[in-house]
């Protein structure tokens, strides 16, 4: 029985014979009729699954023809062919494993060699002039394409108002610009948009135009939906509607990067590395250390990871199998071995998505067409309750495709996401001091970890959020906060221990200004009113 591989060969045999791996003519009924019909047959002893793929696959490359041939523009359409390009490779391997059926062998998933995963306390320590040379061949990336939606906020998310009036972007902008400033370098922040996300970012980076700082802006990649039952693409044309369309994760990064023309303008200027982080991580700064890690051991690829609590038990890991360090997703895992994933014993690292690539190691494997990243099928729902499928990929799953390829094990404050109200509570609190848009820990914490935060309902927008505090709490003392129902806090309210606040439903609880709750219980109706 034939192999995955070798279906996806079989698969890629599904462009009908022509020379052009995405031929923008459709196939004729006459085609179909005779020569294509001949194709089909030698298929008969596949099986009824990889046939029925094959069959996918065909109908699949004639409606993105048929899309194809609508884009005028001679630049847009070469454009638009190399993301459907694109595309169809992602789409002919979905099929492929799918008819295979292939899941991962759990058996073979082992923890990394500590050759793989080095503490960050080992690096070596590097000289002004190291860090002078090593910061002039480095370039910063943020992955810009997500919305702010699930805060409640309009447009991209990056541009939310995190700390002091800043947003994500300003924050971003302000260290580098100071970095660049202190060791008279020019480190350039190139910003992955998505369609969602481009324009709003063009319009706002503008203000940055004094700034000492060169910015630069692509799009990542727009891949069609899929009709759950068809396999076929959801858009008719190449514009459709808005919902017809997705961005692929930040997966597409390499070959976004490169079909864009800004790996080759990075390489031109003497770029030799490339920071990339998620925007809303307000940890992920430059560090010298690592990129002098980087430049002097070779590696072409290096993943900060962090240790594992209770809190990331879902996030992805490294590990070791079928012979090289891979990113392990917990969409990967085989459902009964779901719990061991989550294990906190068995998998002690994440992944941070802090990464450190070669842009040299970048164009070889995109150029020779080596990346083959896991798939991750995401099913959503359409605008118009149509099931649909989006095939994406992760970035970090990359990582098994360069040389002396390994993970770091950083401290966990390069690891400050915000993807809740409850994250943006403690960055806006006395918890953490601003230094050249960095967010420092305040010294006067007793403890290096922060504390555990967990904000219900009525706080789940930012706009609800910001209502409900006359003043964010003072929380340097504080191990846990649990808040739910219809809560809201006064001026100067100081939390410390652990403090739970519940709000029945129909109940309503105003802490009072200048409260002090230490290991305390609040629960039922509070409300004091001014006479």
């Not at 014979?17 to 085609?31: I, R």
């Not at 008819?99 to 080095?118: A, Q, T, Y």
Request: hydrophobic share 40%.
């Amino acid at each position: 029985m034939s192999g995955p591989s070798d279906l996806v060969a079989k698969l890629k045999a599904s462009h009908l014979g022509s020379s052009d791996p995405f031929d923008v003519s459709p196939a004729t009924p006459m085609d179909m009729n005779e020569s294509n019909l001949e194709h089909l047959r030698s298929y008969s002893l596949i099986g009824f699954h990889e046939t029925t793929s094959v069959s996918a696959a065909i109908a699949m490359r004639n409606e993105l023809s048929k899309i194809a041939e609508q884009v005028q523009d001679p630049k847009e359409h070469k454009l638009f062919k190399s993301e459907m390009d694109n595309f169809y490779a992602l789409f002919t391997r979905y099929l492929a494993e799918k008819s295979k059926g292939v899941r991962l062998n759990w058996k073979d998933v082992k923890s990394p060699g500590r050759d793989k995963i080095l503490p960050y306390s080992t690096l070596a320590p590097l000289s002004a002039a190291s860090s002078k040379s090593d910061l002039s061949k480095l370039a910063v990336l943020k992955l810009n394409g997500g919305l702010g939606t699930t805060m409640g906020c309009v447009g991209p998310k990056s541009v939310i108002e995190v700390r002091d009036g800043m947003t994500f972007l300003d924050l971003t902008v302000r260290q580098i610009e100071y970095l660049n400033r202190e060791n008279d370098v020019s480190v350039p922040l190139i910003l992955m948009n998505s369609f969602n996300t481009d324009e709003e970012t063009k319009r706002i980076t503008q203000k940055y135009s004094g700034q000492q700082l060169k910015i630069h802006t692509f799009n990542q990649s727009r891949f069609p939906r899929i009709e759950k039952e068809s396999l076929l693409p959801l858009c008719k044309d190449p514009v459709g509607k808005t919902g017809d369309w997705y961005p692929p994760g930040h997966g597409d990064l390499f070959e976004s990067l490169a079909n864009s023309g800004t790996l080759d303008a990075l390489l031109a200027e003497g770029k030799e590395y490339l920071f990339i982080s998620n925007v809303d991580n307000l940890g992920a700064t430059v560090d010298k250390t690592i990129l002098h890690h980087m430049v002097t051991s070779g590696a072409e690829f290096i993943m900060e990871v962090t240790d594992k609590t209770k809190a990331d038990i879902k996030g992805g890991t490294l590990v070791e199998y079928e012979g090289s360090i891979r990113l392990l997703e917990i969409a990967q895992v085989p459902s009964e071995y779901v719990d061991d994933f989550k294990s906190v014993k068995k998998f002690q690292i994440f992944n941070t998505n802090n990464l450190w690539v070669s842009l040299r190691a970048i164009k070889r494997v995109v150029e020779n067409q080596e990346l083959s990243m896991e798939i991750i099928v995401n099913n959503k729902t359409a605008e118009s309750g149509e099931k649909v499928i989006q095939l994406e990929t992760a970035v970090g799953a990359a990582i098994k495709h360069f040389k002396g390829a390994h993970g770091i094990n950083v401290p966990r404050t390069r690891f400050l996401p915000v993807k809740s109200t409850s994250d943006l509570f403690l960055i806006t609190s006395d918890l953490y001091k601003l230094h050249h848009g960095e967010l420092v820990l305040n010294p006067k914490r007793a403890f290096g970890t922060v504390p555990i935060v967990k904000l219900g309902d009525h706080f789940k927008k930012v706009q609800h959020f910001l209502s409900r505090f006359q003043s964010t709490p003072q929380i340097l003392d504080l191990d846990h906060l649990t808040v739910t129902g219809d809560v809201t806090f006064g001026a100067d309210v100081v939390l410390s221990g652990t403090v739970i606040i519940v709000a029945n439903h129909g109940s309503r609880i105003d802490i009072p200004s200048g409260a002090i709750l230490h290991d305390k219980v609040v629960s039922g109706n509070l409300r004091i009113l001014d006479h």
